[in-house]
């Protein structure tokens, strides 16, 4: 099925209303057209629309539609993506009087997601994504997808239409891929307890920010690194010791995109996980990119809907070797405690590293207790626990003096509250 969309001739159309849409409207469409390529579509040409108004059968207006079918037809097109989110009906008018196959910048998203995603997790994630998609969306021209979920030749009762024997398979199978999502949810909470007295840093950013080749450069890993978008669709974590005294869990995770399908960022929840649960989180952006700050924008935007709202944060601009001085500028108006550095020339790492070590020294408490020789138990809890500076022993009790992060300490007050004494 692959190998059919391979080279498949596609055209794109994106819309502006306002004057200040008009300006990022080829910005859009040029990363339309990247997505388009990602999955090796030959995109022949891209249509401006100015709009009005948006119409509410069609998107755009007819005499639109007439000069996109013209041209289609010429050039032999055989899909037409609009950079807009059409709603279902949107779609299935224009495909019926363009004859065309149409999607948009979502279905385009979802369809990567579904080629890059190698793990059970990340592979059940995108298939709930994309059947919860398609499923207000089902037309004679998305035959592919009768194909994937086994809808042809399974005819229902008396008088079912395909269609609806395939929107019934599609609502089974979104309730079968939520269970099972349920299932590896509660698995990474198992596993994720064992994680919880470490400190977690969480790399987020735009799609092809250089995450994985950041994660790589700072634990020496291999995580894969592509100039294609949405190279990462998993989150991987690796111990990360920055100093003698600090080692930190990093993880690195899917990126993102403006207008990301919300069905994507919610099915992806478990993915995104260790974003929600970090201590910190570094937002890498590509200071290469002309639309560098747009990008930003987004991600702290999408960020906001996870609800990833008061975390602490570094922000990381990413690339400098490959920068534009203007942008430079800029960013360091806007963002002067921004760290600048490059993944992949391994330039200036070393601030980041400071910059984390300063956040985790924050987060950190150091204080004397004094106990009981009786209360072993304690002693033993602080020693397997937190990091011990010094300790002298009397007859009856002990003086110790320990170091641990803030959430440590917490946690081990409530629970060993009565077996010592807080002493500074
Ligand atoms: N010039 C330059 N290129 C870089 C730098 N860091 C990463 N890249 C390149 O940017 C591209 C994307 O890098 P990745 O590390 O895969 O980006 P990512 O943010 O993980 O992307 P996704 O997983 O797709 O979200 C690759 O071609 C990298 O070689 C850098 O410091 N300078
Ligand atoms: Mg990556």
């Known amino acids: 099925m692959e190998k059919q969309k391979e080279n498949k001739k ?20 040029e990363e339309l057209s990247l997505l388009a390529s990602t999955l090796g579509y030959e995109v022949v040409d891209t249509f401006e629309v100015n709009l009005v108004k948006i119409s509410a059968g069609t998107y755009i207006g007819s005499g639109k539609i007439e000069e996109i079918k013209d041209y289609a037809s010429a050039m032999k097109i055989k899909e037409i993506i609009f950079d807009n989110e059409l709603s279902p009906s949107q779609s299935k008018n224009l495909e019926k ?8 910048r979502t279905s385009i998203i979802l369809d990567i997601f579904v080629r890059h995603a190698r793990t059970k997790e990340a592979k059940t994630q995108v298939e709930l994504a994309k059947l919860e998609y398609l499923l207000p969306r089902l037309t004679r021209l998305w035959t592919h997808l009768e194909r994937q979920t086994g809808g042809i030749g399974m005819r229902g009762g008396m008088g079912e239409t395909q269609i609806e024997v395939d ?34 840093v969480a790399l987020v950013g735009y ?11 700072m634990t ?26 600090h080692k930190v869990l990093l993880s690195d995770t899917v990126g993102f995109i403006r207008k990301l399908p919300p069905n994507l960022v919610s099915s992806f929840r478990t993915t995104l996980s260790e974003v929600i649960e970090a201590d910190l989180i570094i937002k890498v952006a590509d200071i290469s990119s002309e639309s ?12 906001m809907d996870m609800g990833v709202v008061d975390h602490p944060s570094i922000i990381v ?20 405690d921004a760290i600048f550095l490059s993944a992949l020339e391994k330039l200036r790492l070393q601030n980041l590293k400071d910059s984390i070590l300063d956040h985790i020294k924050q987060n950190e408490t150091t204080i ?18 937190t990091k011990i500076i010094s300790e002298e022993y009397e007859d009856e009790y002990g003086i110790i003096q320990i170091n641990c992060l803030n959430k440590i300490w917490a946690k081990l007050n409530k629970q060993l509250r009565h077996s010592f004494e807080v002493i500074d």
């Open 368 to 385: 004397s207790l004094k106990i009981p020789l009786k209360n072993m138990q304690t002693i033993i809890e602080l020693r397997k626990h």
């Open 207 to 217: 799609t092809n920010a250089g995450k994985s080749t950041l994660m790589n450069a």
């Open 10 to 29: 596609v055209l794109l159309v994106g819309s502006a209303v306002t004057n200040l849409e008009k300006r990022e409207l080829t910005e859009h469409l």
């Open 167 to 200: 929107r019934r398979l599609i609502r089974t199978k979104i309730i079968r891929h939520k269970r099972e999502l349920v299932k590896i949810e509660k698995h990474r909470k198992t596993q994720g307890k064992r994680r919880q007295e470490e400190f977690k």
């Open 317 to 336: 601009f990413n690339k400098i070797d490959n920068m534009n001085k203007k942008i430079m500028k800029q960013a360091k108006q806007k963002y002067p």
């Open 97 to 104: 009087l363009i004859d065309i196959k149409i999607s948009d």
């Open 220 to 245: 020496h890993s291999h995580v894969y690194i592509k100039d294609e978008l949405f190279a990462t669709l998993d989150t991987t974590i690796r111990k990360w010791e920055i100093d003698n005294d």
């Open 292 to 303: 560098c700050f747009a990008q930003l924008d987004s991600v702290e935007e999408i960020l």
